[in-house]
């Protein structure tokens, strides 16, 4: 796809966007302080069992036999064509018994080869870690942007990250999906997608940066964003359709990643666009550095 004739006045609706922007990560702030997050096994504790059926199984048949015996909130992990790995939410020896029970009733010849409990204490340093290297990721972020770019750069490189993050997460406390630890890893992907996004624009914003005495801030960064908009929208595509795809036919097991992959490209391409720009846009207009 080409674009390279067009110019779309980007900046015009700047304001407009940034105030969207400002209210969608309000809202996403209200939720994570009032509904919180659905978090899972990973954080919260639960058990672990791990068996193997004497013919072979479905994930879909397990879940639904567990269902049947009243686990509806569980991870199950394939890992050969009899073999699964259950996680529980629950932490108490009834709900460990139950889903046994059930799918022994469901297969008597099940062989239970491992019972493990996941205490909370496990889970409080794995959700210390998760936050600890999403921060060591942003400092990073920031210094070598810094150094490579510009420090104003670098500032509106990372707000449009914790964007991204915050309204994200927003989406799965408000539809209450579960977050564990393939979310995390979702959760970083995005990162990685989102300051791509944002760099290409700003590496083209930096290359115009010598004619932004002739041009103005606000043409700068059109003439920029509409210099790379055919890629953005090029890798945007080729990226948001597989995911789509996984999000709609690869399963409840996967589900939760591949939504918060959907959810962060979308978001993670709009605030290369309408929030590193818009504010480097409006931070110039207040304070130009040339």
Not at 134 to 161: E, K, N, P, Q, W
Request: net charge positive; glycine share 8%; with cysteine.
């Amino acid at each position: 796809m080409s674009l390279r004739t067009k110019h779309i006045r980007f900046m015009e609706i700047r304001r407009v966007s940034l105030a969207l922007s400002a209210l969608l990560l309000l809202g996403s702030m209200a939720l994570l302080m009032t509904k919180g997050l659905n978090l899972g096994i990973d954080f919260t504790g639960g058990i672990i069992v791990q068996v193997e059926f004497s013919s072979p199984v479905t994930v879909k048949e397990v879940r639904e036999t567990l269902a049947e015996s009243g686990q509806q909130h569980v991870t199950i992990q394939a890992y050969s064509d009899r073999g699964v790995i259950v996680r529980l939410a629950a932490d108490d020896e009834a709900s460990q018994k139950a889903a046994i029970d059930a799918m022994k009733k469901k297969d008597s010849g099940v062989n239970v080869l491992r019972i493990e409990k996941v205490g909370p204490v496990v889970g409080k340093q794995l959700r210390e870690e998760a936050v600890v290297a999403v921060a060591v990721a942003l400092v990073g972020i920031l210094l070598y942007i810094t150094v490579r770019f510009r420090f104003r750069f670098a500032v509106v490189s990372v707000v449009a990250l914790l964007h991204d993050t915050i309204l994200t997460l927003g989406l799965f406390s408000l539809l209450g999906r579960e977050i564990s630890l393939t979310f995390i890893a979702a959760i970083l992907t995005v990162v990685g997608y989102s300051l791509n996004d944002t760099i290409v624009v700003l590496d083209r914003v930096r290359e115009n940066w010598k004619e932004l005495r002739s041009k103005g801030i606000v043409h700068l960064l059109d003439l920029s964003i509409n210099q790379t908009l055919s890629r953005t929208i090029n890798t945007s595509l080729t990226t948001l359709l597989p995911v789509t795809a996984l999000f709609l036919w690869g399963g409840p097991v996967i589900g939760d990643f591949s939504l918060a992959l959907l959810a962060g490209i979308l978001v993670g391409t709009y605030s290369s666009i309408y929030i590193a720009g818009a504010l480097l846009c409006e931070w110039n207009l207040r304070k130009p550095e040339i």
